[in-house]
Protein backbone atom coordinates (compact mmCIF):
# COMPACT_ATOMS: atom_id res chain seq x y z
CA UNK A 1 0.00 0.00 0.00
CA UNK A 2 1.20 3.28 -1.20
CA UNK A 3 2.59 5.54 1.89
CA UNK A 4 2.16 9.01 0.37
CA UNK A 5 -1.76 8.50 0.46
CA UNK A 6 -3.43 5.11 1.92
CA UNK A 7 -6.65 6.66 2.09
CA UNK A 8 -7.00 6.79 -1.40
CA UNK A 9 -5.11 2.98 -1.92
CA UNK A 10 -7.85 1.80 0.45
CA UNK A 11 -10.55 3.52 -1.65
CA UNK A 12 -9.25 2.43 -4.97
CA UNK A 13 -9.70 -1.36 -3.22
CA UNK A 14 -13.33 -1.39 -2.44
CA UNK A 15 -15.86 -3.37 -4.00
CA UNK A 16 -18.30 0.20 -3.99
CA UNK A 17 -17.83 3.97 -4.46
CA UNK A 18 -20.81 5.90 -3.48
CA UNK A 19 -19.97 9.17 -5.59
CA UNK A 20 -19.36 9.31 -9.35
CA UNK A 21 -20.13 7.79 -12.74
CA UNK A 22 -17.38 5.17 -12.25
CA UNK A 23 -13.48 5.24 -12.99
CA UNK A 24 -12.26 7.53 -15.66
CA UNK A 25 -10.21 4.70 -17.85
CA UNK A 26 -10.14 3.77 -21.58
CA UNK A 27 -13.67 1.83 -21.27
CA UNK A 28 -15.03 5.04 -20.55
CA UNK A 29 -14.07 5.82 -24.54
CA UNK A 30 -14.88 2.12 -25.46
CA UNK A 31 -18.68 2.41 -24.55
CA UNK A 32 -19.33 5.62 -25.99
CA UNK A 33 -17.43 4.51 -29.53
CA UNK A 34 -19.07 1.07 -29.07
CA UNK A 35 -21.94 1.57 -32.08
CA UNK A 36 -19.75 3.87 -34.12
CA UNK A 37 -19.30 3.04 -37.65
CA UNK A 38 -15.99 2.86 -37.89
CA UNK A 39 -16.52 4.83 -41.62
CA UNK A 40 -17.63 7.70 -39.89
CA UNK A 41 -16.05 10.66 -40.38
CA UNK A 42 -14.14 12.96 -37.81
CA UNK A 43 -14.77 16.61 -37.51
CA UNK A 44 -12.10 18.78 -39.38
CA UNK A 45 -11.17 22.19 -38.08
CA UNK A 46 -14.55 22.54 -36.17
CA UNK A 47 -16.51 21.52 -39.69
CA UNK A 48 -18.16 18.54 -40.15
CA UNK A 49 -21.51 16.63 -39.47
CA UNK A 50 -20.51 14.82 -35.81
CA UNK A 51 -19.48 18.43 -34.83
CA UNK A 52 -22.46 20.54 -36.45
CA UNK A 53 -24.80 18.29 -35.31
CA UNK A 54 -23.80 18.28 -31.80
CA UNK A 55 -23.65 21.65 -31.34
CA UNK A 56 -27.06 22.69 -33.12
CA UNK A 57 -28.41 19.53 -30.13
CA UNK A 58 -27.57 21.55 -27.43
CA UNK A 59 -27.93 24.92 -28.72
CA UNK A 60 -31.95 23.82 -29.17
CA UNK A 61 -31.19 22.00 -25.50
CA UNK A 62 -30.15 25.45 -23.59
CA UNK A 63 -32.75 27.58 -26.20
CA UNK A 64 -29.78 29.40 -27.48
CA UNK A 65 -29.58 30.64 -31.19
CA UNK A 66 -26.48 28.25 -31.77
CA UNK A 67 -23.36 26.74 -29.94
CA UNK A 68 -19.97 26.13 -30.58
CA UNK A 69 -17.96 22.93 -29.08
CA UNK A 70 -14.43 24.01 -27.27
CA UNK A 71 -12.02 21.25 -25.68
CA UNK A 72 -12.24 22.89 -22.12
CA UNK A 73 -14.42 25.39 -20.18
CA UNK A 74 -11.23 27.49 -19.24
CA UNK A 75 -11.28 28.53 -22.68
CA UNK A 76 -14.86 28.92 -23.08
CA UNK A 77 -15.22 31.08 -20.70
CA UNK A 78 -12.33 33.43 -21.18
CA UNK A 79 -13.15 33.88 -24.59
CA UNK A 80 -17.35 34.65 -23.19
CA UNK A 81 -15.79 37.21 -20.92
CA UNK A 82 -13.45 39.00 -23.47
CA UNK A 83 -15.91 39.20 -26.01
CA UNK A 84 -18.15 40.75 -23.70
CA UNK A 85 -15.76 43.34 -22.72
CA UNK A 86 -14.75 44.08 -26.22
CA UNK A 87 -18.25 44.59 -26.92
CA UNK A 88 -18.87 47.45 -24.22
CA UNK A 89 -15.20 48.50 -24.37
CA UNK A 90 -14.72 48.11 -20.88
CA UNK A 91 -12.58 45.57 -19.52
CA UNK A 92 -13.96 44.99 -16.07
CA UNK A 93 -16.40 41.53 -14.99
CA UNK A 94 -17.24 40.69 -11.76
CA UNK A 95 -17.92 37.59 -10.30
CA UNK A 96 -18.06 35.12 -6.64
CA UNK A 97 -14.63 35.14 -4.62
CA UNK A 98 -14.29 31.45 -5.50
CA UNK A 99 -14.76 31.87 -9.16
CA UNK A 100 -13.00 29.19 -11.07
CA UNK A 101 -11.53 31.84 -13.44
CA UNK A 102 -10.10 33.73 -10.15
CA UNK A 103 -9.04 30.43 -8.08
CA UNK A 104 -8.37 27.54 -10.98
CA UNK A 105 -6.63 29.19 -13.69
CA UNK A 106 -3.48 31.03 -13.37
CA UNK A 107 -4.73 34.34 -13.44
CA UNK A 108 -5.61 33.55 -17.18
CA UNK A 109 -8.38 36.10 -17.64
CA UNK A 110 -5.91 38.75 -16.04
CA UNK A 111 -2.74 37.52 -18.29
CA UNK A 112 -3.91 36.59 -21.38
CA UNK A 113 -6.77 39.43 -21.65
CA UNK A 114 -5.99 41.98 -19.35
CA UNK A 115 -9.33 41.65 -17.77
CA UNK A 116 -9.71 43.19 -13.91
CA UNK A 117 -11.96 41.04 -11.70
CA UNK A 118 -14.31 42.90 -9.88
CA UNK A 119 -15.22 39.99 -6.64
CA UNK A 120 -19.21 40.02 -5.41
CA UNK A 121 -20.19 38.88 -2.25
CA UNK A 122 -18.77 36.85 0.97
CA UNK A 123 -16.91 34.17 -0.48
CA UNK A 124 -19.05 32.09 1.73
CA UNK A 125 -22.53 33.06 -0.01
CA UNK A 126 -24.26 33.14 -3.12
CA UNK A 127 -23.95 36.54 -4.79
CA UNK A 128 -27.73 38.39 -4.39
CA UNK A 129 -28.79 41.09 -6.15
CA UNK A 130 -28.11 43.69 -3.93
CA UNK A 131 -24.48 42.72 -4.32
CA UNK A 132 -24.79 43.60 -7.92
CA UNK A 133 -27.04 46.61 -7.58
CA UNK A 134 -24.34 48.24 -4.90
CA UNK A 135 -22.12 47.88 -7.50
CA UNK A 136 -19.95 50.95 -7.05
CA UNK A 137 -18.09 50.95 -10.24
CA UNK A 138 -19.24 49.99 -14.09
CA UNK A 139 -18.70 46.38 -15.83
CA UNK A 140 -19.08 44.95 -18.91
CA UNK A 141 -20.21 41.24 -17.41
CA UNK A 142 -21.40 39.39 -14.35
CA UNK A 143 -20.65 35.75 -14.19
CA UNK A 144 -22.95 33.83 -11.89
CA UNK A 145 -22.04 30.14 -11.30
CA UNK A 146 -24.56 27.96 -10.70
CA UNK A 147 -24.31 25.46 -8.31
CA UNK A 148 -21.73 27.56 -6.82
CA UNK A 149 -19.12 24.73 -6.19
CA UNK A 150 -16.42 25.96 -3.61
CA UNK A 151 -19.03 26.43 -1.10
CA UNK A 152 -21.07 23.15 -1.10
CA UNK A 153 -22.71 23.51 -4.69
CA UNK A 154 -25.18 25.95 -3.22
CA UNK A 155 -27.53 28.36 -5.41
CA UNK A 156 -29.74 31.31 -4.92
CA UNK A 157 -33.26 31.03 -5.29
CA UNK A 158 -34.61 31.35 -8.51
CA UNK A 159 -36.36 34.70 -8.35
CA UNK A 160 -33.38 35.97 -7.03
CA UNK A 161 -31.71 35.07 -10.72
CA UNK A 162 -34.75 36.29 -12.30
CA UNK A 163 -34.31 40.00 -10.66
CA UNK A 164 -30.41 39.82 -11.38
CA UNK A 165 -30.73 39.15 -14.37
CA UNK A 166 -33.89 41.87 -15.04
CA UNK A 167 -31.35 44.49 -13.33
CA UNK A 168 -28.54 43.59 -15.64
CA UNK A 169 -30.67 44.14 -18.62
CA UNK A 170 -31.80 46.87 -17.93
CA UNK A 171 -28.40 48.63 -17.14
CA UNK A 172 -26.74 46.54 -20.30
CA UNK A 173 -25.13 44.76 -18.26
CA UNK A 174 -24.39 41.22 -20.47
CA UNK A 175 -24.60 38.33 -17.96
CA UNK A 176 -22.28 35.14 -18.22
CA UNK A 177 -23.67 31.37 -17.11
CA UNK A 178 -21.09 29.09 -15.43
CA UNK A 179 -23.05 26.46 -15.72
CA UNK A 180 -20.53 23.18 -15.24
CA UNK A 181 -22.90 21.96 -13.69
CA UNK A 182 -26.18 23.45 -15.04
CA UNK A 183 -27.91 20.03 -15.82
CA UNK A 184 -27.37 18.78 -12.06
CA UNK A 185 -29.70 21.67 -10.99
CA UNK A 186 -32.39 21.82 -12.79
CA UNK A 187 -34.53 19.21 -10.59
CA UNK A 188 -33.93 21.61 -7.79
CA UNK A 189 -35.37 24.60 -9.85
CA UNK A 190 -37.96 22.49 -11.70
CA UNK A 191 -37.07 24.32 -14.77
CA UNK A 192 -35.98 23.10 -18.08
CA UNK A 193 -32.27 24.12 -19.12
CA UNK A 194 -33.93 26.48 -21.60
CA UNK A 195 -36.13 28.43 -18.66
CA UNK A 196 -32.68 28.65 -17.26
CA UNK A 197 -30.34 29.49 -19.81
CA UNK A 198 -33.17 32.37 -20.92
CA UNK A 199 -31.83 34.49 -18.13
CA UNK A 200 -28.43 34.74 -19.69
CA UNK A 201 -27.19 36.10 -22.74
CA UNK A 202 -23.87 33.49 -22.82
CA UNK A 203 -24.20 30.08 -21.18
CA UNK A 204 -21.37 27.74 -20.64
CA UNK A 205 -21.91 23.88 -19.80
CA UNK A 206 -19.15 21.12 -19.15
CA UNK A 207 -19.26 17.33 -20.64
CA UNK A 208 -17.44 15.54 -18.13
CA UNK A 209 -19.12 16.21 -14.73
CA UNK A 210 -22.23 15.26 -14.25
CA UNK A 211 -22.40 14.16 -17.66
CA UNK A 212 -19.32 12.20 -17.51
CA UNK A 213 -17.78 12.60 -20.84
CA UNK A 214 -14.16 12.27 -21.40
CA UNK A 215 -13.75 16.26 -21.40
CA UNK A 216 -15.28 19.15 -23.51
CA UNK A 217 -17.90 22.38 -23.13
CA UNK A 218 -19.86 24.10 -24.98
CA UNK A 219 -20.70 27.67 -25.28
CA UNK A 220 -24.04 29.08 -26.18
CA UNK A 221 -25.06 32.32 -26.95
CA UNK A 222 -26.80 34.59 -30.07
CA UNK A 223 -25.30 34.21 -34.03
CA UNK A 224 -23.21 37.36 -34.08
CA UNK A 225 -21.55 36.48 -29.99
CA UNK A 226 -20.34 32.52 -31.50
CA UNK A 227 -19.08 33.69 -34.49
CA UNK A 228 -16.44 36.16 -32.46
CA UNK A 229 -15.96 32.98 -30.17
CA UNK A 230 -14.88 30.83 -33.11
CA UNK A 231 -12.23 33.19 -33.87
CA UNK A 232 -11.60 32.92 -30.45
CA UNK A 233 -11.04 29.58 -29.92
CA UNK A 234 -8.92 29.31 -32.97
CA UNK A 235 -6.51 32.75 -31.32
CA UNK A 236 -6.62 30.02 -28.05
CA UNK A 237 -5.69 26.78 -30.04
CA UNK A 238 -8.74 25.19 -29.22
CA UNK A 239 -9.19 24.72 -32.96
CA UNK A 240 -8.23 21.15 -32.76
CA UNK A 241 -7.68 19.48 -36.01
CA UNK A 242 -10.85 17.05 -34.80
CA UNK A 243 -12.54 17.12 -31.57
CA UNK A 244 -14.39 13.85 -32.25
CA UNK A 245 -13.65 11.79 -28.94
CA UNK A 246 -14.79 14.43 -27.18
CA UNK A 247 -18.30 15.05 -28.85
CA UNK A 248 -19.04 11.41 -29.29
CA UNK A 249 -18.13 10.22 -25.70
CA UNK A 250 -20.26 13.70 -24.42
CA UNK A 251 -23.10 12.97 -26.82
CA UNK A 252 -23.58 9.16 -25.75
CA UNK A 253 -22.90 10.13 -22.36
CA UNK A 254 -25.44 13.45 -22.62
CA UNK A 255 -28.44 10.96 -23.77
CA UNK A 256 -28.01 8.20 -21.23
CA UNK A 257 -27.62 10.51 -17.95
CA UNK A 258 -29.76 13.53 -18.54
CA UNK A 259 -32.36 11.26 -17.67
CA UNK A 260 -31.10 10.12 -14.79
CA UNK A 261 -30.55 13.86 -12.96
CA UNK A 262 -33.80 13.69 -11.03
CA UNK A 263 -32.62 10.11 -9.22
CA UNK A 264 -29.06 11.83 -8.79
CA UNK A 265 -30.54 15.01 -6.90
CA UNK A 266 -32.63 12.57 -4.69
CA UNK A 267 -29.52 10.05 -3.75
CA UNK A 268 -27.78 13.21 -3.12
CA UNK A 269 -30.19 14.12 -0.60
CA UNK A 270 -30.64 10.26 0.92
CA UNK A 271 -26.79 10.35 1.44
CA UNK A 272 -26.28 13.57 3.02
CA UNK A 273 -29.20 12.36 5.39
CA UNK A 274 -26.80 9.65 6.26
CA UNK A 275 -23.74 11.79 6.89
CA UNK A 276 -25.77 14.49 8.92
CA UNK A 277 -27.03 11.37 11.14
CA UNK A 278 -23.47 11.44 12.61
CA UNK A 279 -22.47 13.58 15.48
CA UNK A 280 -19.25 16.03 14.13
CA UNK A 281 -19.89 15.54 10.92
CA UNK A 282 -22.45 18.18 8.51
CA UNK A 283 -23.41 18.27 4.95
CA UNK A 284 -22.96 21.89 3.53
CA UNK A 285 -25.73 22.60 2.30
CA UNK A 286 -27.61 20.41 5.01
CA UNK A 287 -30.08 19.37 2.40
CA UNK A 288 -28.46 18.99 -1.10
CA UNK A 289 -29.88 21.38 -3.90
CA UNK A 290 -28.05 19.38 -7.21
CA UNK A 291 -26.31 16.15 -7.03
CA UNK A 292 -23.31 17.57 -4.97
CA UNK A 293 -22.57 18.76 -1.90
CA UNK A 294 -19.52 18.78 0.67
CA UNK A 295 -19.05 16.87 3.57
CA UNK A 296 -17.73 18.60 7.12
CA UNK A 297 -16.05 16.81 9.55
CA UNK A 298 -14.74 18.36 13.01
CA UNK A 299 -12.33 15.99 13.33
CA UNK A 300 -8.65 16.42 12.40
CA UNK A 301 -7.32 15.01 9.02
CA UNK A 302 -5.00 12.94 10.51
CA UNK A 303 -7.59 11.12 12.92
CA UNK A 304 -9.90 10.41 10.26
CA UNK A 305 -7.89 8.67 7.94
CA UNK A 306 -7.57 5.63 9.68
CA UNK A 307 -11.10 5.72 10.64
CA UNK A 308 -11.89 5.67 6.82
CA UNK A 309 -9.67 3.21 5.96
CA UNK A 310 -10.90 0.74 8.70
CA UNK A 311 -14.49 1.18 7.27
CA UNK A 312 -13.55 0.66 3.67
CA UNK A 313 -11.71 -2.58 4.57
CA UNK A 314 -14.72 -3.57 6.62
CA UNK A 315 -17.42 -3.16 4.23
CA UNK A 316 -15.82 -3.05 1.34
CA UNK A 317 -17.52 0.55 0.59
CA UNK A 318 -15.58 3.70 -0.36
CA UNK A 319 -16.83 6.92 0.65
CA UNK A 320 -13.53 9.12 -0.10
CA UNK A 321 -10.38 9.05 -1.67
CA UNK A 322 -9.24 12.33 -0.46
CA UNK A 323 -9.59 14.54 2.58
CA UNK A 324 -9.28 18.12 2.57
CA UNK A 325 -7.17 19.82 6.19
CA UNK A 326 -9.96 22.52 6.65
CA UNK A 327 -7.74 23.44 10.01
CA UNK A 328 -5.77 21.33 12.75
CA UNK A 329 -9.21 20.02 13.81
CA UNK A 330 -11.43 19.79 10.83
CA UNK A 331 -11.60 18.29 7.09
CA UNK A 332 -13.77 18.24 4.29
CA UNK A 333 -14.64 16.67 0.90
CA UNK A 334 -16.47 16.92 -1.86
CA UNK A 335 -19.59 14.12 -3.14
CA UNK A 336 -21.10 14.46 -6.75
CA UNK A 337 -24.00 11.67 -6.79
CA UNK A 338 -23.80 9.61 -10.37
CA UNK A 339 -24.05 6.33 -11.51
CA UNK A 340 -22.22 4.53 -8.93
CA UNK A 341 -24.37 5.01 -5.82
CA UNK A 342 -27.27 3.33 -6.98
CA UNK A 343 -25.33 0.14 -7.03
CA UNK A 344 -24.49 0.29 -3.70
CA UNK A 345 -26.39 -2.33 -1.19
CA UNK A 346 -28.21 -0.36 1.04
CA UNK A 347 -28.05 -2.47 4.21
CA UNK A 348 -24.32 -2.34 3.22
CA UNK A 349 -24.54 1.40 3.19
CA UNK A 350 -26.34 1.69 6.54
CA UNK A 351 -22.93 -0.20 8.46
CA UNK A 352 -20.73 2.37 6.85
CA UNK A 353 -22.62 4.66 8.52
CA UNK A 354 -23.35 3.03 11.51
CA UNK A 355 -19.55 2.32 11.88
CA UNK A 356 -18.71 5.93 11.19
CA UNK A 357 -21.05 7.27 13.75
CA UNK A 358 -19.16 4.55 16.35
CA UNK A 359 -15.75 5.87 15.51
CA UNK A 360 -16.18 9.18 15.12
CA UNK A 361 -17.72 9.18 18.29
CA UNK A 362 -14.91 8.15 20.18
CA UNK A 363 -12.67 10.84 18.94
Known amino acids: MSKQNPLLEAFKQTNYQVAGNGKRNVQVLKDAFAEVDGEFESDMYGKGKVIEEF?????????KETAVFFPSGTMAQQIALRIWCDEKGLKKVAYHPLCHLEIHEEDGLKELHHIEPVLLADKNRVIELKDVVDLDQEIACLLLELPQREIGGVLPDYDTLVSISSY???????????????????????KTAAEVCALFDSVYVSFYKGIGGIAGAILAGD???????????????????SLYPYIVSSDYYFDRRIPKMEQYYEEAKELAAFYNQCDSVQTKPLVPVSNMFHVHFDVAKGALEPILIEIYKETGIGLTGYLQETDENSCSYEVSIGDQYEKVPKEKLAKVFELLREKVSKK
Do not use: N
Not at 55 to 63: D, P, R, S, V
Not at 223 to 241: A, C, N, P, Q, T
Open 55 to 63: QTKIAEFLG
Open 168 to 190: CREKGIKLHLDGARLFEILPYYQ
Open 223 to 241: EDFIEKSKVWKRRHGGDLI
